[in-house]
């Protein structure tokens, strides 16, 4: 089993460590909070020949093992590219709030965004909050992006989380979804935000973070992206 060995920080700095098993592993996309927005950029990804979803939200299950609080990845090209995306941990009747990046295959994507889902590791930082902590400034909370490093580093994404649908109304969709509707063990990426500029940045770093502004605290992780290129 993957057993993800985590931290969780309150307010105050004070640490707990957290040992999550990860049952489930599940993307959630198009979860942007007006959803004839979302669907009309369906309806472009359509136009530009992307195997786009019928309905949305769309949710995507992933194998459990693809995701890690790792800092550097193997892709297996070069046309791949990260996500930033505020993320949902269950835990015997807990949940908690941390960030992460569904990284995903851009060419692949084009012919099947599931099958894309499962190609490429999906990164996560590893330090969390208590989300109900956060919840009654989750509307404030900042998510941002970053590609590349150095003098090349560039913003990438940048949103509050008030342009999501409202988080009960996604752990809603998300239970009407699966057999059970039982999250105990589940990662759920929440989806992402727009990007900046127009198409995807191919970058060998990626970096991501959630932020707090009121109590000036985030959670962040930044990660290498090797393609496989070492075989003749």
């Given amino acids: 089993m993957n057993i993800l060995n985590l931290v969780v920080r309150d307010r105050d700095g004070r640490e707990a460590a957290l040992n ?4 489930r592993l599940l993307m959630a996309g198009f979860t942007g909070g007006d959803q004839k927005v979302a669907m009309k950029h369906v309806k472009e990804l359509r136009e530009h020949g992307v195997e786009a979803p019928e309905k949305i939200p769309a949710f995507y299950a992933v194998p459990n093992h693809l995701v890690a609080a790792a800092g550097e990845i193997e892709v297996l090209g070069n046309q791949t590219s990260g996500e930033v995306e505020p993320v949902f941990l269950f835990k015997k009747g807990e ?3 941390g960030v992460g990046s569904d990284h995903t295959d851009r060419d692949l994507e084009r012919a099947s965004i599931a099958k894309s889902k ?6 996560l930082a590893r330090e969390l909050w208590d989300y109900k902590a956060v919840k009654p400034r989750w509307d404030r909370l900042v998510l941002r992006s ?11 994404q940048e949103a509050r ?11 809603r969709l998300t239970r009407s979804h699966i057999r059970g509707a039982n999250l105990e ?3 759920l990426f ?7 500029g127009s198409g995807f940045g191919f970058a060998s770093t ?23 290129g070492w075989l003749k």
Wanted: include cysteine.
């Fill in 20 to 23: 999550f098993p990860v049952r």
């Fill in 95 to 97: 949940i908690y709030l």
């Fill in 118 to 123: 499962v190609m490429c590791p999906k990164i």
């Fill in 146 to 156: 970053w590609i590349g490093d150095g003098r090349r580093k560039k913003l990438y």
């Fill in 161 to 171: 989380l008030s342009t999501f649908l409202p988080p009960e109304e996604l752990i």
């Fill in 185 to 187: 063990g589940m990662v």
């Fill in 190 to 196: 929440l989806g992402t935000i727009p990007i900046k």
């Fill in 206 to 228: 990626f970096t991501g973070e959630l932020l707090d502004e009121s109590s000036k605290r985030g959670l962040s992780f930044s990660y290498r992206i090797r393609p496989m």
